[in-house]
């Protein structure tokens, strides 16, 4: 393949025609260039549209704050030494991954959750999702009024409360029931 210039010859005839073939530097050089940048542009299509089996979730900005918030239901009429079905609405701004906890506590704050399906690593979508999980309600409570709490942790610190930093995210108030 060769191509024609319309260039002038070194010794100034302007009518000249000088053929340029693939051996020629400039042609080399200019296609070496050209599928570099294909090359590139294509590397960059295929990064942006091929994420790893596990993508981690895009850094919050500095100036976003992490806000999480929770509400439960579980089913009515529940009493010690059960498992039962609650079902959490949780909202946030962000994806994150955080641990579903809950807590049975007696009037005196007490804790008695077991850590029946507690579930770590949760990955949360930016938005509203409902998530159903298992609580255990420890049998041979004493008798008192017990408060079933849903709790957001940190990933890795469910029940933490203080410890290495760890604080619950959110809370609420799924329901009660009494120990006769």
Same mark, same amino acid.
């Given at each position: 393949?060769?191509?024609? *210039?319309?260039?002038? %010859?070194?010794?100034?005839?302007?009518? =000249?025609?000088?053929? $340029?073939?693939?051996?020629?530097?400039?042609?080399? +050089? +200019?296609?070496?260039?050209?599928?570099?940048?294909? +090359?590139?542009?294509?590397?960059?299509?295929?990064?942006?549209?091929?994420? *790893?089996? *596990?993508?981690?979730?895009?850094?919050? %900005?500095? %100036?976003?704050?992490?806000?999480?918030?929770?509400?439960?239901?579980?089913?009515?009429?529940?009493?010690?030494?059960?498992?039962?079905?609650?079902?959490?609405?949780?909202?946030?701004?962000?994806?994150?991954?955080?641990?579903?906890? +809950?807590?049975?506590?007696?009037?005196?704050?007490?804790?008695? *959750?077991?850590?029946?399906?507690?579930?770590?690593?949760?990955?949360?979508?930016?938005?509203?999702?409902?998530?159903?999980?298992?609580? =255990?309600?420890?049998?041979?409570?004493?008798?008192?009024?017990?408060?079933?709490?849903?709790?957001?942790?940190?990933?890795? $610190?469910?029940?933490?409360?203080? =410890?290495?930093?760890?604080?619950?995210?959110?809370?609420?108030?799924?329901?009660?029931?009494?120990?006769?």
């Amino acid at each position: 393949m060769s191509t024609t *210039s319309g260039s002038s %010859s070194p010794s100034g005839n302007s009518g =000249a025609q000088s053929k $340029r073939t693939l051996r020629d530097p400039q042609v080399i +050089a +200019a296609i070496i260039t050209g599928v570099l940048a294909l +090359a590139g542009v294509l590397a960059g299509i295929f990064l942006s549209n091929h994420s *790893s089996a *596990s993508p981690t979730p895009p850094s919050p %900005s500095p %100036s976003e704050k992490l806000n999480i918030s929770v509400a439960c239901k579980i089913p009515p009429g529940v009493h010690s030494g059960e498992q039962i079905t609650a079902t959490y609405t949780i909202t946030s701004n962000q994806e994150v991954k955080v641990g579903l906890g +809950a807590g049975v506590y007696d009037s005196g704050g007490t804790d008695h *959750s077991t850590g029946t399906g507690d579930q770590d690593g949760y990955q949360l979508r930016a938005g509203t999702q409902k998530v159903t999980r298992i609580i =255990a309600l420890p049998a041979g409570l004493s008798a008192d009024q017990y408060e079933i709490d849903a709790e957001i942790w940190p990933d890795g $610190r469910i029940g933490a409360n203080g =410890a290495n930093g760890a604080n619950v995210l959110a809370e609420a108030t799924c329901g009660t029931f009494s120990v006769p």
